[in-house]
């Protein structure tokens, strides 16, 4: 393969790519294309911690040396505009093209935008890259009032992360109950009481009817209740769209993302996707999913690495998820969808437990709130598929690692 292998995106699934294709053992040339100019760096620490605090630097996924040391060349700042699928090539902007063997497409997502009036004033922010991260934190740094609209996992990190600074915080959230898509009504309904004790005001059932600026920066948000809330920023964190853009105009087959089988192989010959931008249909529920998560991207890379390489495997990694909102870190495994009974394992009022579903008497999700072990756990049974029984869960982490224990080898 003369041209080797190029990955568009340069993010935790792309980065990852052009490492297991190394692991892998394939020594033709591994380009890396990504249009931001930073070294690669971990997204999740942004809404958790990099806001705050004014020395905090981006975290590289791997240091300047791995790129070198393992002949990837890594080109920054370089955004692909087009795919020309049956030449094999690809446009760059500002005039470049370049030609590839297999083409691994890593693009990832990006905020869903606000489709309201004043959405465009300056101060109106979201949240998805290292630069974004920048803004937010030198201009939250100047305003007392902060408005987040949409109570998902990153619009309650940058909550959490903005209130411990001192901002005051109201949340805004269109559902009656917090991070709708994603967890329990009583994990939602736990994290709404500590938010809210520590001095988040969270505002369900409520929707915006306009941002309302002064010379062209926000000034306030004026809610469905009539009420106005000044604020000098806003952050919308109302979900993400994947960029699909690329493979779209190239013919790939799109459905809430690149179209990929279970090896990462998109509609079209020689062309994968991986990450925040491809949907395929998920072994666990037999239904379609795109998932957005750390894990997802990495599994995904190193499975996109072994289809180059000409040995395929399936993608049956077990879905897990973590998210930091204050106090409380949140841990998930598996998937909620059909779940029909759910056991409580340990206390909230402690701030430590853990949801168990089933599907039946089959496990198919543990979410946990600080109880890392039930998350681990969760991962080994779900990977084995195994189930514990109604005992077992009551008995706690010890109770379950001893089930674990008596299984028969193999
Ligand atoms: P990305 O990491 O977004 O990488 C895609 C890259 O491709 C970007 O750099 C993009 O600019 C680039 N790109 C796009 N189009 C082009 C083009 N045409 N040419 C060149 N480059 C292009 N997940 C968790 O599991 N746990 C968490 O706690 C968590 N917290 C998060 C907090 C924040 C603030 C954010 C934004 C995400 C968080 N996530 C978390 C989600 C996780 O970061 C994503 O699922 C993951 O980054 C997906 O990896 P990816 O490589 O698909 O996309």
């Known amino acids: 393969?003369?041209?080797?292998?190029?990955?568009?995106?340069?993010?935790?699934?792309?980065?990852?790519?052009?490492?297991?294709?190394?692991?892998?053992?394939?020594?033709?040339?591994?380009?890396?294309?990504?249009?931001?100019?930073?070294?690669?760096?971990?997204?999740?620490?942004?809404?958790?911690?990099?806001?705050?605090?004014?020395?905090?630097?981006?975290?590289?996924?791997?240091?300047?040396?791995?790129?070198?040391?393992?002949?990837?060349?890594?080109?920054?700042?370089?955004?692909?505009?087009?795919?020309?699928?049956?030449?094999?090539?690809?446009?760059?902007?500002?005039?470049?093209?370049?030609?590839?063997?297999?083409?691994?497409?890593?693009?990832?997502?990006r905020p869903r935008l606000l489709p309201l009036p004043g959405a465009h004033l300056a101060g109106v922010l979201s949240l998805r890259s290292v630069a974004d991260a920048r803004?937010?934190?030198?201009?939250?740094?100047?305003?007392?009032?902060?408005?987040?609209?949409?109570?998902?996992?990153?619009?309650?990190?940058?909550?959490?992360?903005?209130?411990?600074?001192?901002?005051?915080?109201?949340?805004?959230?269109?559902?009656?109950?917090?991070?709708?898509?994603?967890?329990?009504p009583l994990i939602?309904?736990?994290?709404?009481?500590?938010?809210?004790?520590?001095?988040v005001r969270i505002l369900l059932k409520t929707t915006i009817e306009?941002?309302?600026?002064?010379?062209?920066?926000?000034?306030?948000?004026?809610?469905?209740?009539?009420?106005?809330?000044p604020a000098k920023m806003v952050i919308t964190g109302i979900g993400v769209v994947p960029n699909v853009e690329l493979a779209e105009t190239a013919g790939l087959a799109i459905a809430n993302g690149i179209r990929i089988d279970t090896a990462m192989r998109s509609s079209v010959e020689n062309i994968l996707a991986i990450g925040d931008n491809a949907s395929y249909r998920h072994w666990q529920t037999g239904s379609d999913v795109r998932l957005e998560s750390v894990q997802n991207a990495t599994d995904q890379a190193k499975l996109a690495a072994?289809?180059?390489?000409?040995?395929?495997?399936?993608?049956?990694?077990?879905?897990?998820?973590?998210?930091?909102?204050?106090?409380?870190?949140?841990q998930m495994v598996g998937l909620t969808a059909g779940s029909d009974r759910q056991i409580l394992s340990g206390d909230p009022a402690e701030n430590r437990f853990s949801v168990f579903h089933f599907i039946g008497d089959r496990l198919v999700a543990i979410e946990s709130v600080n109880r890392p072990a039930d998350h681990m756990l969760g991962r080994k049974m779900l990977g084995l598929g195994f189930s514990p029984t109604t005992e077992q869960v009551a008995g706690g982490a010890e109770a379950l690692k001893a089930a674990l224990a008596a299984l028969p080898a193999g």
């Open 1 to 109: 393969m003369k041209n080797g292998v190029v990955i568009v995106g340069a993010g935790h699934a792309g980065v990852q790519a052009a490492a297991s294709l190394r692991e892998e053992g394939y020594d033709g040339p591994v380009i890396l294309l990504g249009d931001e100019k930073e070294l690669p760096y971990h997204k999740p620490p942004l809404s958790k911690t990099f806001i705050k605090d004014a020395a905090a630097q981006p975290q590289p996924l791997r240091g300047e040396v791995f790129y070198t040391g393992h002949t990837i060349d890594f080109r920054p700042g370089t955004l692909v505009e087009r795919i020309d699928a049956a030449a094999r090539r690809l446009e760059l902007a500002g005039g470049g093209d370049l030609a590839y063997d297999q083409l691994i497409l890593a693009t990832g997502s």
């Open 135 to 184: 803004l937010i934190r030198e201009q939250s740094a100047a305003c007392e009032e902060v408005v987040v609209i949409g109570g998902g996992f990153i619009g309650l990190e940058i909550a959490a992360t903005l209130a411990a600074g001192g901002r005051k915080v109201t949340v805004i959230e269109a559902l009656d109950r917090l991070l709708g898509r994603a967890v329990a």
């Open 188 to 199: 939602a309904e736990h994290v709404r009481q500590r938010l809210t004790a520590s001095g």
């Open 210 to 229: 306009r941002i309302e600026g002064e010379d062209g920066h926000v000034a306030s948000v004026l809610t469905s209740s009539g009420e106005h809330l």
């Open 306 to 330: 072994r289809t180059v390489l000409g040995h395929p495997g399936d993608y049956v990694a077990v879905p897990w998820f973590w998210s930091d909102i204050g106090d409380m870190k949140l």
